[in-house]
């Protein structure tokens, strides 16, 4: 017979293992997408809404980027893009912050893909408010501008806002794609940051058709 303690390692070696599966191999949804229960409204009923709930510190959210851009390129003219920061943590807030920083400013094009960049390949931190006003002045923002902006309310507001948005939407990880406020798709949900943009195509082919 197995000893006491023999058991009770293999049995969490077991847990773990279980859990590896669920978590990174679990075959993805025969659909591709889940249902936003209850839906939710739109910003514009003449537009087919797409939401991307990331995390700059993500890298999940870093390797879905270039497919993302690439979609953006030709994504249909119906379609209304919005970039969601998730808020799941203090450093999450601080990261949704200094985006809504760089939209108030009107400079995201200019900071996100380096932001995700400097977090990601260069490896350094971007958490205090010195080092965001560092990289803000490197991308052409005065220090006075991004102090301003950046303790502002209404920038307070929408890292607020964000915290409770997740939830209306049942979000619980990043990268993940909101379609109309009515369907939700993830890589572990589609099978592949590919796949989650074949179902992207189909959702707003399946909504343009339903609006005419």
Known sequence: ??????????????????????????????????LVSPAQPTHD???????????????????????LAKWLKTMPKNVEFIRQPAVFS???????????????????DKIHADFFNTLQVKKEHLETEEQLSKFFVAHGVS???FK??????????KVRQGAATAARY??????????????????PVAGSHEKIIEVLDRLIAQETAAQK
């Open 90 to 108: 203090d450093l999450w807030g601080k990261h949704a912050k200094a985006y809504y920083t760089a939209e108030a400013l009107g400079v995201v």
């Open 143 to 145: 220090a006075a501008d």
């Open 170 to 187: 049942g979000v619980t990880g990043v990268p993940a794609i909101i379609i109309n406020g009515k369907y939700k798709t993830s890589g």
């Open 45 to 67: 009923v003449n537009k087919i809404e797409v939401i991307e709930f990331f995390w700059y510190g993500c890298p999940h959210c870093f390797d879905f980027e270039p497919t």
């Open 148 to 157: 301003a902006t950046y303790n502002s309310f209404p920038v307070d507001m």
């Open 1 to 34: 017979m197995l000893k006491k303690w023999t058991r009770r390692r293999l049995f969490a070696l077991s847990l773990a293992i279980a859990g590896t599966f669920n978590t990174v191999y679990a075959a993805p949804e025969p659909a591709g997408y889940e």
